[in-house]
């Protein structure tokens, strides 16, 4: 069960081993654009390609939707990037359900693990396949893969390397569970954190805050849903940034969301120095480097 790209590679490791798989349910055929046709979600399409059955799923919790499962009787669920799941549907498989979720839980429970462990600056992140149960990301733990973050890593850079990170535990857990030598283990509570979804609300940026503390902010929301900020009246999109180094004067010393140019170079006034710009986007334009903005715009605005 799945629906984005990212659980494609699953699909794929479970496809290419011994196990078999008995149906694909995935969220139904989509728009893309007004005028386009539905289109399938990722894993349909790789469903399709496989010649594997597939599911539409319009209602998780209905009867027809148990109805056909249980003509199944399926071993085993296996979830990635889908939907939360009524009790009556984890209880159908004999062996019972997992899913694979993109962060080191109890860390960063929630639809954006990825986007909030580099938000918070974490050197470390990972995948965890785990039981369901009732609640969302809080059932037993079966197994966890590793992987650090680079300073300067994005969400989407990070999330590429997640994907083919967690099909590979997946494929480990689940041959745990057919062999009977999975060890469950149950989390610890008081160590969750949240991470729920992004919206335009809680992904403006805050010039008043520590450049670092900006830059994680920055690259945890690029490619989607991106840093924000309003140059005068207009709504700026910042994709990526860089702490400024010792290259950088210290003469250059600005207020929070005050610009200023040096070496072409575009620079924005933090809480605790200056922090380089280097891509951004107004409205009805394409990406611009730093030095393109500073060529082009004027640094009289602030940042805010």
């Not at 694979?100 to 429970?109: D, F, G, I, Q, T």
């Not at 990825?114 to 990972?126: C, L, P, V």
């Not at 702490?243 to 207020?255: C, R, Y």
Request: aromatic share 6%; hydrophobic share 35%; charged share 25%.
């Amino acid at each position: 069960m799945g629906s984005p790209d990212f659980a494609v590679p699953s699909l794929d490791a479970l496809y290419h081993s011994h196990h078999r798989i008995l149906a694909v349910a995935s969220n139904p055929d989509k728009r893309r654009g007004r005028r386009s046709r539905p289109e399938p979600t990722d894993v349909k399409k790789r469903a399709l390609e496989l010649g594997l059955p597939v599911i539409d799923v319009e209602d998780v919790k209905s009867d027809t939707f148990e109805t056909r499962l249980r003509e199944l009787a399926p071993d085993l669920l296996v979830v990635v990037a889908f939907r939360i799941l009524p009790a009556h549907i984890l209880a159908v498989p004999r062996l019972g359900s997992v899913n694979l979720h993109a962060s080191l839980l109890p860390k960063y429970r929630g639809a954006a693990p990825i986007h909030h462990a580099i938000m918070q600056g974490e050197q470390e992140t990972g995948c965890t396949v785990f039981f369901l149960d009732e609640k969302v990301d809080t059932g037993e733990i079966i197994g966890q893969a590793k992987t650090d973050i680079g300073p300067d890593e994005t969400t989407g850079e990070v999330y590429n390397r997640l994907k083919h990170l967690g099909a590979e535990l997946l494929l480990e857990t689940v041959q745990e569970i057919a062999d009977d030598t999975a060890k469950p283990v149950k989390q610890n509570h008081s160590a969750a954190t949240p991470a729920p979804k992004l919206f335009s609300e809680n992904t403006r940026i805050d010039f008043s805050e520590k450049s670092t503390d900006i830059h994680n902010f920055i690259r945890g929301l690029n490619p989607f849903p991106v840093a924000w900020c309003k140059y005068g009246d207009q709504k700026m999109n910042i994709y990526l940034s860089r702490p400024a180094g010792s290259e950088v004067p210290e003469s250059l010393k600005l207020s929070p969301g005050e610009l200023a140019a040096h070496d072409s170079r575009l620079f924005a006034g933090c809480g605790d120095g200056v922090l380089e710009l280097l891509v951004v986007q107004l409205p009805g334009t394409k990406k611009m480097t730093g030095t393109e903005f500073v060529n082009g715009y004027g640094l009289d605005k602030k940042l805010s």
